[in-house]
């Protein structure tokens, strides 16, 4: 074989040697992109993980929040009744119903896009994961500082309870909104059993700190039709006559020390005179 052949081969070689070199830096250059995108992912995992237990104690303390003006309209009810004042009453719910309802909707209509951010960066580690089965030593520490398994499971639970938060958050402001009747005024159409049951939400706190296991209700409904009335009226009238029942078991248990003081409730039709609504809220002890 001549010289001038060897030297081509050899050329050709060290040719071949720079392309692979270059192929090689390549895909060295784009594994570290893709750890980089992958550490990313992980900060990024972390901070919405963060901004939804921030949300969740936010949830919480709104909850705490509602509880605490509960039981604030439980002292307020009293001194409006006694100096004949029920109207303001309704005026001061309708107006903290609004101002709960405003942050916790905007929680509760977010709460599904944030799960499902949560779960697309999730489901972006776990494919990661199994095009790159072995991370740098970076990413496998980081891995198990975030417990990735944990944070996954522990994500449910937590938009889970969130939930359950917000929507009972949710219920408690539409029974404030029906006792206020905030979307009604005047005479109209309404139904009974709704306006006494949002008058019994707003007296639960004192209904539950009873000594010792709270007041039992008794509900005796018959199947009553909506009827003409003045709902924001008639709810100020139930709370006027329920307060009265619990202050008389408070005498009547302070005397007797009764452990199971309870309330019975009755709403009927009246036939005498005509179909006028009748009621019976009898407390014993």
Sequence with gaps: MEPTDDLTRIKELERKVRTLERKLMRSETDRQELEKASEVREVVLKNVIR????????????????????TNLKTLQVKLVESEKMSALGILVAGIAHEINNPVSFIYGNMPYAKAHVQDLLRLIRLYQQQYPEPTAAVRHELDAIDLEFLEYDSARMFQSMTVGAERIREIVKSLRTFSRLDESGFKVADIHEGLESTL?????????????????????????SIACYPGALNQVFLNIIVNAIDSLEERVALDHHPDPTIAFGLNLSKKNGSKLAWLIMPWA
């Design 51 to 70: 901004e939804l237990e921030e949300s969740k104690i936010v949830l919480e303390d709104r909850g705490d929040d509602l509880e605490a003006t509960l």
């Design 201 to 225: 939400v707003i007296l639960n706190s004192r209904l539950k700190s009873f000594y010792p296991n709270g007041i039992q209700l008794i509900k005796e409904y018959s199947s009553l039709p």
